[in-house]
């Protein structure tokens, strides 16, 4: 792994893990830790730690670079092996090059950038918010006003098979799609306050996550969108589909009394009534979505996930959490390990990059 922000990136080796311990001066005490709540109250440094209460090795971790800002909210690698990264409050499109040297790309009015992608010819897109436009920007580093929603929050983009870019807004839970400078329409409008994540599937339908009542949805046309998921919490921030079409996603937060399986019944179409995942008891939680469309809970989190990617080459997911600033690394049946501790609080945005995974923090 290697960091960014800060700055990490993934790989593997060390062993240092530290708990408090106290001894009397003259007369030893000793204390016998043997399962995973015992050794989690100490700090993994350069160790990990599974579900079992096993300490290995951990993947070895690299600063890549320090972004000298004060917070970094989206990360994407480009097909040149630089990685670009949206700040906050600064509204600095940075970028970053293997070998760590990091330049300012753009510079937006808007404060905040939440969300980027490359569209098929390279083309960066930026999305910022409040207030928030979406930009190109050229190879020059000029941004350019390439759709302007009138909205306040741009959370996401993601460009569709035929070129098209979505755009995932709030306050008022729209999505649009842009087909060329300054020609978007409104593609889905939903009863939700933010649409704060969006993806393509398998087949190149868009899905998206909401908030506040935590909904999955598949928008198959213009206004035509069933839900695929209620997961009974405030949002779903984050989509990564794998290659074979399952869905995973990440649940946070806790819904209102009046959001749930119900409302969503409302807002789905007939086809879309799926038994909703397990009830868990933590801050959030990453679901799976397989071809069964029935949307399971694979593990809960005491922490707020606030970042994570799919790794198709260790066939498990790298979710980066807030409060402590750990990755946990979770397999497709739930197993989890505590990965890494990095020197943050906050492991705030994520993505993939040849064989490393990037991570920003805050």
Not at 39 to 49: F, T
Not at 210 to 225: F, H, P, V
Request: net charge negative; glycine share 10%; proline share 5%.
């Amino acid at each position: 792994m290697r960091m960014l922000g800060a700055m990490v990136s993934i790989r593997s080796l060390g062993l240092l893990f530290g708990l408090p311990l106290l001894a009397h001066a003259t007369k030893p005490q000793h204390a016998i830790w043997q399962n995973y709540s015992d050794l989690a109250a100490g700090k993994c440094r350069s160790v990990s730690l599974t579900e079992d209460g096993v300490l290995a090795a951990a993947p070895a971790t690299a600063s890549l670079a320090d972004l000298g800002v004060e917070e970094a909210w989206s990360v994407l690698a480009q097909p040149n092996g630089n990685i670009l990264v949206g700040s906050a409050p600064e509204g600095e499109l940075l970028q970053v090059t293997p070998d760590g040297a990091v330049k300012t790309l753009a510079k937006f009015t808007e404060s905040h950038l939440y969300a980027m992608a490359l569209g098929a010819q390279g083309e960066i897109y930026v999305g910022t918010s409040p207030d928030g436009k979406v930009y190109v920007v050229g190879a020059d580093g000029k941004p350019v006003v390439y759709f302007e929603p009138k909205e306040k929050y741009i959370w996401a983009l993601a460009v569709g098979p035929d070129g098209a870019l979505y755009v995932g807004t709030g306050t008022k839970g729209k999505i649009y799609r842009v087909t060329a400078k300054g020609q978007g329409e409104l593609w889905y409008a939903s009863n939700e306050t933010h649409i704060r994540s969006l993806a393509l599937d398998k087949n190149g339908a868009l899905l998206a996550g909401s908030a506040e009542s935590g909904y999955l949805y598949r928008i198959s046309a213009k206004d035509q969108a069933i839900v695929l998921a209620a997961t009974g919490r405030e949002e779903v921030n984050q989509i990564r589909v794998r290659a074979d079409g399952t869905i995973y996603f990440t649940g946070t937060g806790t819904a209102k009394e009046t959001s749930g399986v119900d409302t969503a019944k409302k807002a789905a179409t007939s086809d879309s009534a799926t038994p909703p995942p397990k009830p868990d008891t933590g801050v959030s939680g990453l679901y799976r979505l397989d071809a069964t469309l029935y949307p399971e809970l694979i593990w809960p989190s005491k922490d707020t996930i606030l970042s994570f990617v799919w790794n198709e080459q260790d066939n498990s997911a790298l979710a980066g959490t807030g409060t402590d600033g750990y990755t946990y690394e979770i397999t497709p049946h739930g197993e989890a390990t505590r990965l890494c501790k990095i020197d943050s609080d906050s492991v705030t945005a994520m993505a993939s990059a040849g064989g490393d995974t990037i991570l920003a923090t805050s």
